[in-house]
């Protein structure tokens, strides 16, 4: 399972970036993906997923309302828009991918290779 992560980049405090996650067709149709992120000192946690139907999503309740995780059938491809970004949302996001269905949260089976996001206040 690859997974090849980007758009990650310096942002001001309440402005938006939007991350890119592509993988294989096989990886696309069978597999939950989402996001993680790990800033400065802390742990890698989740962030955000979206089921291999795109019927259901889940997210940290630090980002509702502000991100928006969806799939691009056409493009092999999962997107993370990120609004209202603030410096605490400051970290390194990493794209994963879980077999099978997507529950509250993601294991984190597969990763891809992550891109730095930083929010200046």
């Known amino acids: 399972v690859q997974l090849q992560a980007s758009g990650g980049g310096l942002v001001q405090d309440g402005g938006s970036l939007r991350l890119s996650c592509a993988t294989s067709?096989?990886?696309?149709?069978?597999?939950?993906m989402g996001w993680f992120r790990q800033a400065p000192g802390k742990e890698r946690g989740f962030v955000a997923g979206?089921?291999?139907?795109?019927?259901?999503?889940s997210y940290i309740d630090s980002v509702k309302g502000r991100f928006t995780i969806s799939r691009d059938e056409a493009r092999n491809t999962v997107y993370l828009q990120m609004n209202s970004l603030k410096p605490e949302d400051t970290a390194v996001y990493y794209c994963?991918?879980?077999?099978?269905?997507?529950?509250?949260?993601?294991?984190?089976?597969?990763w891809g290779q992550g891109t730095l996001v930083t929010v200046s206040s």
């Open positions: 067709e096989r990886t696309f149709r069978s597999y939950a």
């Open positions: 979206i089921s291999w139907r795109g019927d259901k999503t």
């Open positions: 994963a991918a879980d077999w099978g269905p997507l529950m509250r949260t993601m294991s984190g089976e597969y």
